[in-house]
């Protein structure tokens, strides 16, 4: 990974740990710098703006940045194409978070995980020393506030991949794991 990609990262790891409206929020941002509405920003007002959010980037890192997703060479950063590879990996999560609630209420519970996973086949199930509800409520219990209430909202569950998607270089990676993982 080379010193833009370690930079674009740490960007979306800080985006992605706001939370679900990390993105969103970041957008009005950037929409607020761009002061011609041009829907692109300079390498000036992209350099004031992330050092607003607390990333402060060195010269040859912003020119970097911007020659990165700069696709037409005007010499600014395109906010649409940017703020879209953001959302590759709040998608993916939101793709996963569907699949597990079967019910479709926003909460995900073990009534929902019964309808997507067994877990007959744990080996503490099969031993006698847990039930199989007790090992979806284990599973459950992973994404979950410290609350650990049983019932995981969409908002949980993305404050859970935050963590993992600040881990992973590239979106493409991030977005593999996810499809893998959760067989999207």
């Not at 992209?46 to 050092?51: D, E, N």
């Not at 402060?56 to 879209?84: H, I, K, N, Q």
């Not at 999560?93 to 007959?120: C, E, I, N, P, Q």
């Amino acid at each position: 990974m080379d010193a833009v990609d370690t930079t674009m990262e740490k960007l979306r790891a800080q985006c992605l740990s706001r939370g679900a409206s990390g993105i969103q929020g970041v957008a009005r941002f950037f929409r607020r710098l761009d002061r011609d509405g041009s829907r692109s920003l300079d390498v000036g007002e992209l350099q004031r703006g992330l050092a607003e959010l607390g990333l402060v980037l060195d010269a040859a890192e912003m020119e970097g940045v911007c020659r990165r997703w700069d696709r037409d060479g005007s010499g600014t950063l395109d906010l649409e194409e940017f703020l879209r590879a953001l959302r590759a990996r709040e998608a993916v999560v939101a793709a996963a978070f569907a699949k597990l609630d079967r019910s479709g209420d926003g909460v995900v519970t073990v009534d929902d995980l019964r309808g997507v996973y067994s877990g007959r086949t744990h080996p503490k199930v099969r031993s006698g020393e847990w039930t199989e509800e007790q090992v979806l409520r284990h599973f459950l219990d992973n994404f979950d506030s410290s609350e650990k209430d049983g019932q995981v909202t969409l908002a949980e569950f993305q404050d859970y991949y935050s963590g993992v998607s600040a881990s992973m270089d590239t979106d493409e990676e991030f977005v593999a794991m996810m499809t893998s993982a959760w067989r999207l």
